[in-house]
């Protein structure tokens, strides 16, 4: 078997950059509050109170209540203050030191300010020809980004063709080529589905077609005495352009995470915000699932480069391992508790296991072609469950059998994404095409559905918290929603920033849910307050 060694530079004394961390170490922090009031001066609810630390690259938002907000455990340092409702542009800005052991005071007050847009905020005003087409259009073209790539765009019908055409075979995430298809290919394409999509494409957004949408309008965020109240951290990333996917919670609480883009692999220590990142010995990796074990290695995926690879994070030495078949793209990894890591394989339609005692690998295909595994967890009783993002199913896999049973969600064309365990077995899911979080009865085989609240919001990830509560984050709506089981009830925080584009969740020892900002290149930490 081939295997490719690198040796961090980085690292060179040989030694874990975070092996020795003390509480010694931990850094003094302050705290800052105050009133948020209108330009009528009234107090303000729900207000996004944002402190950004200029030094380390690390904001901490707050939301107001009853007009009043507090941030505590801030890094000390001068930062920037910034205040606005959810779902509008930040209309109040101010400057402040944060003296480490201190609390601060600083009063804040609002004023109009427009609306900002996301992503499902245009889905919702896609034209509908009320055949099915627009569903489709969501289902296929809004997958691995906005609808900001093809509402800004004009084609005739063959300019569409060459795009779906090219969307249909790109590599996992990879660079758009539809110039190189020529106009002979395009027309000798056959595909019911495509040609659908592709007419929906040229009579709304053909050469001709001037913007058509109307400008919708923002919900703003309201934090009411009856709403759990969070506390969001943000750390950018030292490397801008790392576009991170995947991350994951070691032992010790650190977090690490792969820079899809920037080709590393990073971590961070959230009691310091120091990050580290370890190049990657590979032109081209495309690193993708990312777990960590309790001996201190460090295991990831890549989507392009076809090898898992594994992180000593005590030496600093790196090896990779490429699949048994060429284009397997494994995706999503899952370490399971007698040590065998298991990888979804979204190419090659099949789930694979990897055993590090033996360096060996063990794969099953997946009945329904092109299905597409994405998600992936393994239960008590070493049942492997996975999602069928384009099979629109969800699969368990028997190791001990090789059989593997399949689920099907009652809303057709779902697009289940991620899932999660919780402590009785159950499987929660998203289905991202159809706006749902879905729960499936590991006894009975039944699933149960719920509707998320923001319209086209795109579920995507899920997980389940220490106290049995839901998280998932709404991929296209820019927030992250808590659902709570034994109520149905839903509650949802709005991200700050721009179009995150959350991959992954991940929750730590503590509580804290953690997510990836994919497009923003951020670890952010949430907190609920209690």
């Known amino acids: ?101 201190k609390k601060t005071l600083l009063n804040l007050a609002l004023k109009r300010s427009a609306p900002i847009l996301t992503p499902a905020d245009w889905i919702a005003q896609l034209p509908d020809d009320r055949d099915g087409v627009k569903q489709l259009v969501i289902n296929r073209c809004v997958n691995c980004h906005g609808p900001v790539n093809f509402l800004g765009r004009r084609f005739d019908r063959l300019g569409w063709k060459k795009v779906v055409i090219d969307m249909g075979r790109i590599e996992e995430i990879g660079p758009p080529n539809y110039e190189s298809i020529s106009d002979e290919e395009a027309l000798a394409a056959k595909s019911e589905e495509g040609e659908r999509i592709t007419a929906y494409l040229t009579k709304h957004f053909g050469p001709d077609k001037a913007p058509g949408l109307n400008v919708p309008k923002a919900a703003a965020y309201r934090n009411t005495a009856g709403e759990p109240d969070v506390v969001i951290t943000q750390f950018d990333i030292p490397t801008r352009t790392a576009i991170p996917h995947n991350l994951t919670v070691d032992p010790r609480g650190h977090v690490w995470f792969v820079e899809r883009y920037g080709e590393k692999i990073g971590g961070l220590d959230p009691k310091t915000g120091e990050f580290k990142e370890f190049p990657i010995p590979a032109k081209v990796a495309r690193s993708h699932g990312i777990v960590a074990d309790i001996s201190g290695f460090i295991w ?67 009945p329904t072609k092109e299905s597409r595994p994405y998600g992936i967890a393994v239960d008590s009783h070493n049942h492997v469950w996975f999602c069928e993002f384009t099979g629109d199913k969800i699969g368990r896999l028997d190791p001990a059998t090789g059989a593997i049973t399949e689920y099907a969600p009652p809303t057709r064309y779902s697009g289940p994404r991620r899932l999660a365990l919780d402590r009785n077995g159950n499987v929660w899911f998203t289905e991202y095409n159809t706006n749902r979080i879905a729960l499936l009865d590991q006894e009975s085989g039944a699933i149960r559905e719920w509707e998320v609240p923001t319209p086209d919001s795109g579920p995507y990830d899920i997980v389940v918290d220490l106290r049995g509560k839901i998280w998932f984050d709404e991929f296209t709506a820019n927030k992250i929603a808590r659902f709570d089981p034994a109520t149905a009830k839903f509650s949802e925080f709005p991200l700050p920033g721009l179009d995150s584009q959350v991959r992954k969740m991940a929750v730590d020892q503590a509580g804290a849910v953690w997510l990836s900002e994919y497009k923003n290149s951020r670890m952010v930490r949430v907190v609920e307050r209690r």
């Open 1 to 101: 078997m081939e295997d490719v060694m690198l040796k961090v530079v980085a690292l060179s004394l040989g030694l874990w950059f975070w092996q020795n961390t003390s509480a010694a170490q931990t850094i003094e922090t302050g705290s800052l509050q105050g009133a948020v009031r209108d330009e009528n001066g009234k107090p303000v609810t729900g207000a996004a109170v944002k402190i950004r630390n200029v030094e380390r690259g690390i904001t901490v938002t707050v939301f107001s209540r009853g007009g009043n907000y507090g941030a505590p455990e801030l890094f000390p340092g001068r930062s920037e203050v910034s205040a606005g409702m959810g779902g509008h542009a930040e209309s109040s800005k101010a400057a402040v030191e944060i003296a480490p052991g």
């Open 300 to 366: 990831w995926s890549e989507s392009r480069g076809n090898h898992l690879g594994r992180l000593d994070s005590r030496t600093g030495e790196m090896k990779r391992t490429p699949l048994p078949q060429e284009r397997s793209s494994p995706h999503t990894l899952f370490l399971a508790s007698d040590g065998l890591i298991w990888m979804t394989q979204i190419r090659g339609n099949r789930i694979a296991s990897f055993d590090p005692r033996t360096e060996s690998f063990r794969e099953y295909a997946v």
